[in-house]
């Protein structure tokens, strides 16, 4: 196989593969193995399958898009949402946890994996830029705190909640504060101490996972010194994690009922994944191939439909201690789904061990890293719209669905924008000086600006003028001709207005009829190529005329000069332009 063919095939991390990133890879594989276990049991139980699909679905679906995708360090396999949005779509079909429940959920497991790589493949994925930065700081801000709440009942020792969201768990918290184990706690402590200990004394060493070796022996050493009475919840005993081979059976009676659940989880995975993924990026610097990243998710769904796993995604309580315990390439996925394997196959003695409590101090240590509390400073005082959107964002990540937190945050996103572009500056343009070779200077507030010419305004347009600005920009040009004195001629200084679409043509039409209705004209610097394009399709540039578009400044104001009302110019004190000099003097 030759170097450019594994490039193509693989990405550029295949030129990092080396003794030193093998082994941290390796190291940060077995983080993720250990993590995955509590994860993969109890998010299968959300979804209504055995605790073993759990485990199946960080194999698979983990190795291909870690091999397929775009990120280095994304892990993929089993998440809250995911589980959660299964259940509600398929319980109304099967029994959860039969047989028949099961084939539903391999079924939508490919239909998913069909439209994630549909979507990837026709190039699709770029729809995601619309998700902005503040979008992805308030999502990664609410996912972390969801890591800390969640995490919260396991770090106490107490039981689960009842329900599935948030507000449940910090209600159980708060209803059953009494009952926190005090070992439990002690155990997450010393996991949290020992992983932030050894992150400060020796930052290249895996910290997490001496952290929580050191919670795991705390927990054992209760165990046996205290006759049992720890209250420290462990793992137990795990069937063998190993996938056992499965055909999705699609019932064509029910097809439309399934191609309905895949397209609404398919929303829920393309959303996640591409957030995850593109905050994981920001975080490692690593440019993201968003189509990429989708059809490697979307092949590893259709993979893992024929290994036993439902709907996988990226996830953040495994991609985030992933990159932090030192992960180089997806080669760290890799290694976390073959160890998961072997870990539950030679080391279920030892694994029995493994604390819930510690996992938690773990989650706790991410989430609080997750927060990222300077950035929201920073972003408080630069721009408070953008706060906001991040602060709502973050709010309906904890309040409400996940994807619905993604899709609240972008669509406020665009609303913001909308809201500015509506608005593009129309400035006022004149001088300071009447020294040679004066620039141009913005007139609007600036004190030394000279007086403007009674009979031409000079008005710099920066923006697009769109449906969305079409009332802005043609209220201003009103105003602008209803000043008690109004200015006649009008010279738009257009190399920063981008685009028009047809109602911003219109705009200029109907500005055009209006100045030569009352005796002046309209003149226009340097319009962009795609504005000159839209102007000949409605035929504007024929009702302008020629001599009415400059390739500079003071060619414009050379000729339009030559048509103002002599009469107006003899009597004028202002005299502003070269071209005034030639007038005779006053008086």
Known sequence: MSKDWMLRLFGRWVQQVDRDSLRADALAGLLGAVLVLPQGI????????????????????????????????????????????????????????????VHLVLAVTLLVGMMQALIGGLKLGTVANFISPSVLLGFTGGAALLIVVHGLKDLLGLPAPAGHGAGAALLNVAAQWDAARPAAVGVAAVTLAAAVGVARLHPR????????????????????????????ARLGALSSALPPMSVPRIDTDRLGDLMGAAFALTIVAVGQSVSIAKTVAARSHQHLDT??????????????????????CGSFT???????????????????????????????????????????????????KLLELPRWRSLWRLDRHEFAIAGATAAATLALRIEVAILLGTMLS?????????????????????????????????????????????????????????????DRL????????????????????????????????????????????????????????????????????????????????????????PAICARCPVRVFRECGSLPPLG
């Not at 485990?55 to 091999?67: H, R």
Request: aromatic letters at 10%; hydrophobic letters at 50%.
């Open 291 to 312: 189509n990429r990243e989708l059809l490697g998710q979307g092949l590893a769904n259709i993979a893992g439909s024929f290994f036993s796993s439902y709907v996988a």
């Open 42 to 101: 109890a998010f299968a139980t959300l979804a209504g399958l055995p605790p073993q699909y759990g485990l199946y679905t960080a194999v698979v679906p983990c190795i291909v898009a870690a091999v397929c995708g775009s990120s280095w360090h994304v892990v993929s396999g089993p998440t809250n949402a995911n589980s959660l949005a299964l259940f509600a779509m398929l319980a109304p079909l099967a029994m959860p946890g039969s047989d028949g429940y």
């Open 414 to 474: 665009l609303v913001a924008y909308l809201y500015r572009t509506a608005r593009p500056a129309m400035r006022t343009m004149g001088f300071d000086t009447m020294a040679p070779g004066r620039p141009f200077v913005v007139a609007d507030g600036n004190p030394q600006a000279l007086p403007e010419c009674p009979q031409l305004k000079l008005l710099r347009m920066e923006g697009s003028v769109y449906f969305g600005a079409v009332a802005h920009v043609a």
């Open 205 to 232: 060493a895996p910290a997490m996972l001496a952290g929580l070796c050191a919670g795991a022996l705390l927990a054992w050493a209760l165990e046996h010194g205290l006759g049992g009475w720890t209250g420290v």
């Open 478 to 565: 009103q105003s602008l001709r209803e000043e008690p004195q109004p200015q006649r001629h009008l010279l738009v200084m257009g190399k920063s207005m981008n685009f028009i679409d047809l109602a911003g043509a219109e705009v200029w039409q109907r500005e055009l009829q209006a100045r030569r209705a009352m005796g002046g004209d309209l003149y226009f610097h340097r319009p962009r190529p795609p504005v000159e394009q839209m102007w000949q399709r409605i035929g504007f540039d024929r009702a302008l005329g020629p001599g009415h578009v400059f390739p500079d400044k003071r060619s414009a104001i050379q000729a339009i000069f030559a048509r103002l009302d």
């Open 318 to 368: 495994r991609s985030m201690p992933n990159l932090q315990a030192g992960a180089r390439t997806p080669l760290a996925a890799v290694f976390s789904a073959v160890l998961l394997v072997g870990l539950v196959a030679l080391a279920a003695p030892l694994l029995v061990w493994v604390p819930l409590a510690g996992i938690a101090a773990l989650l706790l240590l991410v989430g609080w």
